[in-house]
C-alpha cells in the first residue's frame, strides 16, 4: 500500500492585462486569510514607499507583509509564498512585435521558397 500519493490539480487560466500578479503559497496562509486578505496584502503597488522602484524589492516587501500578517493571526504551518508579477507590453508594443513576428515568419518562408 502506498503511503503518499502525488495527484496534481491542475488548472488553466486565460489571463488578461488586468492581472498584476500570482501567488503559490504553502497551506499556512489560506489557513487563516481569505482570498481578499492575500490580495490585498500582496497588492505590490502599496509596496514601493518601502521599497523604491526596483521590482524585486517590492516583492520581497508584499511577501514579507503576508507571511508577517499570517503569522500574526497565528499560523502554526508553513509560511511560504511565491509572488509571480505580470509586465504586460503596452498595445503599442504588442501590436509592433506581432508585426515583426508576422514580417520574419514571411521573409523566412519567402528565403524558403526561393531556395526550393
Not at 497565528?74 to 501590436?95: C, E, K, P
Not at 512585435?97 to 519567402?110: P, Q, S, V
Request: aromatic share 6%.
Amino acid at each position: 500500500r502506498e503511503l503518499l500519493v502525488a495527484t496534481p490539480s491542475v488548472r488553466r487560466f486565460l489571463l488578461n492585462r488586468s492581472v498584476k500578479f500570482a501567488a503559490l503559497m504553502c497551506d499556512g496562509i489560506p489557513d487563516v486569510m481569505r482570498n481578499e486578505e492575500v490580495i490585498f496584502e500582496l497588492d505590490y503597488s502599496q509596496a514601493p514607499g518601502d521599497a523604491g522602484t526596483d521590482a524585486a524589492a517590492i516583492a520581497r516587501v508584499a511577501c514579507s507583509r503576508l507571511v508577517q500578517e499570517a503569522y500574526k493571526r497565528g499560523s502554526g504551518d508553513n509560511l511560504t509564498v511565491i509572488l509571480v508579477q505580470f509586465q504586460w507590453a503596452s498595445g503599442a508594443d504588442a501590436d509592433a512585435k506581432d508585426n515583426g513576428k508576422r514580417a520574419n515568419e514571411g521573409a523566412a518562408t519567402a528565403a524558403k521558397k526561393a531556395r526550393t
